[in-house]
Every structure is written in C-alpha cells, then in structure tokens.
C-alpha cells in the first residue's frame, strides 16, 4: 500500500517535470525569438531592468514553500541560460574555428609559407644586441636554409633593472638584417602605439606570453595589415588563447598564427610546462597555423632538440628556438640559447629525424 503511494507519487513529479521541461523550452523558443527581434530593431539583448520586473512579479506571486530567495535564484539560472542560448549561436562561429574555415589559413611571407605543411624553423636572438650579433646569426641562417629570424627589440622583463631591448634600433636593426639576407623577420611589441612604427620594420609582429590578454594590443593588431604571432598567455587555457586570437580577427586580420609556450605549473625542472596537447588541439578547433616554442617552454638547452621533434611529430607548424653567437654574454636568456654550431647540431639532428625537411630547396 505505502509503495503504491510511492509510486504514484513518483509518476506525479515524473509528469511534473516533463511538463516544467515542455514549459522552459517553450519559454527559451520565445526568449530566442525576442532575440531576434530585438537584434532587428537594433536593441540589446540583456534587459536588466526588465529581469528586475520579472523576478518581483515572481516573488510577489510566491506561495511557497519555496522562499523568495530560492525563487529569485531558481529563475536567475532560467534567465542566464536563456540568454546564452542566444549567445551561443556567435560563439558556434568563431572566425578563427574550423567550423568558419574548414581548410588551414596559410600566411606567406617573402616567399615562406607558414602553415603549409612543411615546418619552418622561427629562430634568433632573445634580445636584439648589436648589428654584428644578428649578422652573425643571419649568415648561418643564410647557410643552413632557414628564412626565418626572431629578435626581440622591447623585451617584456620581469625585473625592470634588467635589460629593456633596444626598442626602435633593435626594429632597425631587424630591418637592415632583414632586407641584406632576405629573411623574414619577428619581433614582440608591446604597446598598440608602437604598432604602425613597428610595422615599417618588421615582416611578423609577436605579441607575447604576457600580453596575450592585453585587449587593447589584440585590436590595435586585429586592425594592422601584417601577419601576427600571438603566444599563449603564462596561465591561459586553450579556450582564453582562443579567444585571444578571436580578438585579432575580429578585428579585420586575418594573418594570425599561434605558438604554445609552456605554461605556468607546480614542476620546476623546466621553467614552464610545454603542453604538448595543445598542439594538435589547437589545429583541430582552429584554422591557424600552430607552433611550438621550445627555448621558453623548457628553458633547458638539454631539452630542445626532444621536444622540437615532439612539436612537429604531433602536427605544429613549426618551431621556435633561440640561437646567439655568445649566449654567455646574452643580455638575456644567456642560459638556454643555443649558440651557433650547437644550433647547428640541432638543425641536423632534426633534419635526421625526417620530421624537418629544411625550407630552401
Ligand atoms: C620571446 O619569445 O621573446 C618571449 C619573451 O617569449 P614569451 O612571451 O613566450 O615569454
Ligand atoms: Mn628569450
């Protein structure tokens, strides 16, 4: 007898609950045509004032045995995922997603295409020092077949007493470098001010680690004619550095590539985490090309060469490592730059590997 109560019982709620189901997706159909509407007639879509209204009706209508708060927090929930119901059809579209663009986006630059299947090697200087310094390194890039040279001219430090960059000579610098060897050039900046000068100079404007969620330098850069290497923020997830690199398309440039740097974790044996898995998941939710840093991951020289097989064995686009003719007396980095022919070992090494083809045929 008491079981037959129970499951009567039971039938009733389970009936309820089909029945509040038939009437939140009735309610989210309207909430979504309003939308619409609303959208037409050009107004936003989060009406706080009429939330306002809506949760006083609620309350004021409460018989319980729900109390008010109960009510309002219950309802709360109704309205936000309503709301994201709407918002979900942008975030279904990203520009940068592969369900906007189903082939990779590839940027070519003086004639280096990157992201076209076969990895290209982004390496140079931490900090641009000297004319003579970059030469030193552009001449074996010109020797080994590699097109592609970094240098960092505004070097974000963690101690303002160490070394700044050059700023607008090191650019020049990059430039002179640049044109005399025919090599594509990359370097951080990291004020939007600084965008248009910069863009004089360089082929590739970096946004780094730390500026991966400054806003304001993803528009300025979304707004630039020139290709953008943007590294993954310190602690971002894949989701942010996504989003991050949404900001620069959103803006009109579509030139955009991506590099995992290693990310903050408790283990201290490298000097950040490389995840390695961002790689192929980053080329499977985007469109971009992908790269992987492995001097600032690792910050082991003992390191490179494993996890630079590692990044182009799972699908990255390429590699960036840092190579200085003294790293002894690098005004950074000095403790994982290669210097020249250990860099060199490190090119064959990767070329033995079958992984990199090497670039100038
Ligand atoms: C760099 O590439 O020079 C650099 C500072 O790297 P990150 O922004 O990844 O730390
Ligand atoms: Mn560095």
Redesign the pocket.
């Known amino acids: 007898m008491a079981h037959d109560l129970i499951d009567n019982m039971r039938k009733q709620i389970d009936e309820i609950n089909l029945q509040i189901l038939d009437l939140i997706n009735k309610r989210a159909t309207l909430v979504q045509e309003l939308g619409k509407e609303k959208e037409k007639q050009g107004s936003n879509r989060f009406d706080p004032e009429r939330e306002r209204q809506m949760l006083n009706q609620l309350v004021e209508n409460n018989k319980g045995p729900f109390n008010d708060n109960t009510v309002r927090h219950l309802f709360k929930q109704i309205f936000q995922v309503s709301l994201e119901l709407q918002n979900d059809d942008k975030k279904k579209v990203l520009l940068v997603s592969r369900k906007k663009q189903a082939e990779d986006t590839v940027i070519t630059v003086k004639g280096v295409e990157f992201g076209a299947g076969n990895p290209i090697l982004i390496a140079g200087p931490?900090?641009v020092e000297s004319y003579e310094q970059v030469k030193a390194v552009a001449e074996n890039h010109v020797k080994r077949g590699l097109r592609t040279l970094?240098g960092?001219a505004y070097?974000?430090r963690t101690s303002p007493y160490d070394f700044q960059g050059l700023g607008e000579e090191g650019l020049q610098i990059l430039k002179r470098i640049g044109d005399e060897y025919n090599l594509v050039t990359i370097s951080?900046i990291v004020t939007p001010a600084d965008l248009e000068m910069a863009s004089q100079y360089i082929d590739v404007i970096?946004?780094?680690?730390?500026?991966?969620q400054n806003f304001e330098l993803l528009k300025a850069a979304g707004r630039l004619n020139k290709p953008i290497l943007l590294?993954?923020g310190?602690s971002a997830t894949i989701e942010e550095f996504i989003y991050a690199a949404e900001y620069i398309l959103s803006e009109g440039n579509t030139q955009v590539m991506l590099?995992e740097?290693?990310i903050r974790t408790y283990e201290k044996a490298t000097r950040?985490t490389l995840d390695i898995s961002a790689v192929p998941l980053l080329k499977q939710e985007t469109h971009l090309p992908v790269f992987v840093?492995v001097?600032?991951?690792t910050g082991r020289r003992d390191l490179l060469l494993p996890t630079a097989k590692a990044g182009i064995a799972v699908g990255s686009d390429g590699i960036?490592v840092?190579v200085h003719p003294d790293p002894d007396v690098a005004l950074?980095?000095a403790k994982q730059q290669l210097n020249i022919p250990d860099f060199n070992k490190f090119v064959d090494e990767l070329l033995a590997s079958g992984l990199y083809k090497g670039e100038v045929v």
């Open positions: 931490c900090s970094r960092g070097k974000p951080e970096q946004i780094g680690a730390r500026n991966m590294k993954r310190l590099c740097r290693g950040n840093d001097t600032h991951s960036m840092e950074s980095d």
